[in-house]
């Protein structure tokens, strides 16, 4: 969802339309206009980039890791009501044929492979908005390690 000083307008896409509704209904935002709409990723994200390059106040739902906080400046809201219902965890899992098929150095490498948010966002970006392969980025971001 994207709630925007804009146009009153809420766009819903992700996990967090299960939680939308509830949202605007807790937080009293219906009387003031907003509603729900169905959208794209692209069309999110894309909201939320025309708002900053109009110099425009809004306020978005955004997770971490997330291409937009390694581009722009993102302050964080308080949810005092934990109607998003905290935090998601991401974890590396691989098939134990693709383990089998790679060294066991490699494995062991792997294993403890910890990207922290800001990588993965940076990460994001080079996928998302410079275009390149998940492959490419890795190779860009492993150069500079």
């Avoid at 937009?68 to 991401?90: C, K, M, T, V």
């Avoid at 693709?98 to 494995?107: E, F, H, Q």
């Amino acid at each position: 969802m994207i709630f925007s000083s804009l146009d009153g307008s809420l766009s819903v896409i992700l996990g967090f339309s299960r939680f939308s509704v509830e949202i605007v209904q807790q937080y009293g935002l219906d009387p003031l206009g907003y509603h729900l709409e169905t959208g794209t990723k692209e069309a999110y994200y894309g909201r939320f980039e025309a708002a900053v390059a109009e110099g425009a106040w809004i306020v978005v739902p955004l997770w971490k890791p997330q291409f937009l906080h390694y581009r722009y400046r993102i302050r964080e809201l308080a949810e005092p009501r934990g109607l998003l219902r905290g935090s998601d965890r991401a974890t590396l899992i691989a098939h134990e044929d693709c383990v089998a098929r790679i060294s066991p150095t490699l494995v062991e490498t792997l294993t403890k492979l910890n990207l922290a948010n800001d990588v993965v966002s940076e990460l994001d970006f080079l996928i998302c908005r410079e275009g390149k392969s998940p492959l490419e980025a890795a190779d860009i971001w492993l150069d500079r390690v």
